[in-house]
């Protein structure tokens, strides 16, 4: 028999090592002849630990399972949730980068090329530069990292930027609000991100590739560090990949803590071991990237979507999506919602189809008021915006932006005013101090924000005005975002701005 009890560490968290330790040991008490697999998860994070039990082929699931649970659940008497694809929250999805993700143990090659892994690889072995470039720009895929610029046009710069060093550098820092896709599938499908680095090395003529990890992510580092060996000893990294002559070598580095470090030159500064701050553009990093180098920067599910590109073809993967988002996005719901977890699913589905139907409502059964989109720098939606289809223009439309897919629900208990604080607060804190209007706006935004909070509505302007300012002046999106989430608390809750006078009068 065996049994999957996943190692994703949002599982971990809630349980997972337990529950796996209480199978050993019940297992042995009973003399049954059991195999624990330690996956990755499958998404559904409230249903973790989520085990699958797999007899004659079939995978039944149960969840959430405590170690108390693990008696009933070798006796089976405890009550299943049937197959995880039955579940509807996995059902609906259209699972293309993730597709592996939960169902293998994330540290076996032989698993991997099972069920797909290393198809697109060989494929774009045996294609020129110029034809991995041209799939990946057909297939439409953007970065999805936050800005959404196209892929393939990013590659083919460093393609052609002529250079005896090229880098691929992956950018898993992960520093967005609500988002845990990096995470997720770095922990439970580690050589697709690796396959993904590579192909992207054949495009573009780079042999060395970095994955600068954030440091809150031991796990994930340990995977990916696990993985890299693995693959090296296989022959799919180092001097030799599969056999072709071709070469790329991979490093696992450990990020330095800081948001800003995800922005792609301040991320370069820090793997070149400098303070991370952000440099200004140009020279653009596919240029002068890392040590001075052409340097493509990708985000974790940008390259992780290559392997499925390359495999089943541009066409196939441009088939899904909405106007110029094509394919598919992994799209994380958290915050105060009854189903939380990551759905992939085709670009298109409105946004509060998300909340209310797959993500099941808040937790607290009490109404939404508001969903930051987008991390910390996203605009706060309102109901009123729930037929927003998820897609980079469709969100741009409505004054808001999709960024890494983070999807964060709050209740009619939350004070908008507060959150505008926040963000203005956490630019603050995080900002590397380049450009003025950032670094002296952002603690003027708060004391602003104060002034309203106790009365003072001749102050809104102020913020109003602070905010152009910061948009317009400032270096990179930290101190040029931040707005987002602040204006649109503003115009579109202004009763909790005004509430806070009455109080004061
Ligand atoms: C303040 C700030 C933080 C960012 N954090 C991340 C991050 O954690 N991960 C990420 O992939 N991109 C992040 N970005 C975007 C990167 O600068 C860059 O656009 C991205 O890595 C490019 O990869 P992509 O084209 O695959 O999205 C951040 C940008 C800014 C301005
Ligand atoms: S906007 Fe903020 S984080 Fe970005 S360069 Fe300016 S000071 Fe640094």
Redo the contacts with the bound molecule.
Sequence with gaps: MKIFVPLDSAAKALGADEVAAAIQIEAGNRGLDVTVVRNGSRGMVWLEPLVEIEIDGTRKAFGAVTAEDVPSLLDGTLESLGTVEDIPFFARQTRLTFARCGLIDPLSLAEYEAHGGLVGLKRALALSEEEIVAEVTNSGL????????P?GI?WDTVRKAVSARKYIVC??????SGTFA?RMLMEGDPFTLIEGMIIAGLATGATKGFVYI?SEYPDAIAVMEAAVRIGLKAGLLGTNVLGSGKAFDLEIRTGAGA??C??????LNSLEGKRGI?RAKPPLPALEGLFGKPTV???????ATVPVIMEKGAEFYAGFGLGRSKGTMPIQIAGNVRHGGLFETAFGMPLGELINDIAGGTASGRPVKAVQVGGP?GAYMPVSKFNTPFGYEEFDGQGGLIG?AGIVVFDDRADMLKMARFAMEFCAV?SCGKCTPCRIGAVRGVETIDRIDAGDAGAVHLLTDLCDTMKDGSL???GG?TPYPVMSALTHFPEDFARQKEAAE
């Design positions: 953007r970065g999805r990292g936050g800005a959404g610029f892929t990013k950018n898993a820092d992960e520093g967005d990096d954030r948001y800003v995800g922005e792609e030159t301040s991320l952000v920067v990708n985000n974790v599910l940008s390259l720098l890494h995080e990179c999106a930290l975002f």
